[in-house]
């Protein structure tokens, strides 16, 4: 069976902007392929409400998974709740647990729990809430729609709490061969042996180091008998 499909919406006007460089895609990228769910699409919209509804209807529909980053802190460009509450036409509301784990957490720090952070615990009706253990303000999942927040550091905290309840498939494996060719030469033949091995992903990345000239020719599949056998024949064509 075919694993999991994913996909990711960032959110952010400093993404648009070039002020952030984001991250969070490389990452969750990374951890997707680790545990055998497919990331098949990213998009990145700005602080926009309807933008963002958009964003969420369209790979939220066609997808296993949507996994969103940014918009859920204090401010009032932080909208993204908002924005998947209404994308999943579903009513929001400050939630209690959330209200207990954010007052009891400011409470600690000696700040006030005031309007702007309890904004934080405006949760959709029937959202499952993703523990922060970085910063306590919880992301939270609703159908399957995993919102987080846009800070790398809390993302990933979240992500490595999230991805266990998460059902995944066949890891994906990768393999490489550095040839001293461009593509231009190998790419008939890398094509050939593309199609022969069609249940294989196959690609092409040339490279310029020092002046010399080159292409990496990587091999990707979920079987690795498969794998190996791809780049013995690989390897017999450019070695």
Do not use: C, W
């Not at 209404?86 to 009891?104: C, E, F, Q, Y």
């Not at 927040?149 to 993302?155: E, L, N, R, S, Y």
């Amino acid at each position: 069976m075919a694993n999991p499909t994913a996909a990711m919406l960032v959110i952010g006007d400093e993404i648009l902007s070039g002020r952030t460089r984001d991250s969070n895609m490389h990452y969750l990228a990374n951890e997707l392929t680790r545990v055998g769910i497919t990331l098949a699409e990213v998009r990145v919209v700005p602080d926009d409400h309807e933008a963002i509804v958009a964003g969420v209807r369209a790979l939220s529909a066609a997808y296993d998974h949507l996994f969103t980053s940014g918009g859920i802190g204090p401010t009032h460009d932080d909208i993204t709740a908002d924005a998947v509450a209404n994308a999943l036409r579903v009513p929001i509301t400050h939630r209690a647990d959330a209200m207990k784990l954010l007052g009891a957490h400011y409470e600690r720090s000696g700040l006030p729990f005031n309007e702007a952070r309890q904004r934080m615990a405006r949760i959709p009706d029937g959202a499952t809430l993703i523990e922060n253990p970085v910063s306590v303000a919880p992301g939270f999942t609703v159908g399957n729609v995993h919102v987080m927040a846009g800070v790398p550091k809390i993302f990933e905290a979240m992500l490595a709490g999230l991805l266990p309840t998460l059902t995944g498939g066949a890891p994906l494996l990768s393999q490489s061969l550095r040839v001293e060719r461009g593509e231009g030469e190998i790419a008939g033949p890398f094509g050939a042996l593309a199609a022969e091995f069609s249940d294989l992903s196959m690609g092409s990345y040339p490279f310029t180091v020092n002046g010399a000239h080159g292409t990496n020719l990587v091999i990707r599949g979920t079987d690795p008998a498969r794998v190996d056998e791809a780049m013995v024949r690989l390897a017999q064509l450019f070695g």
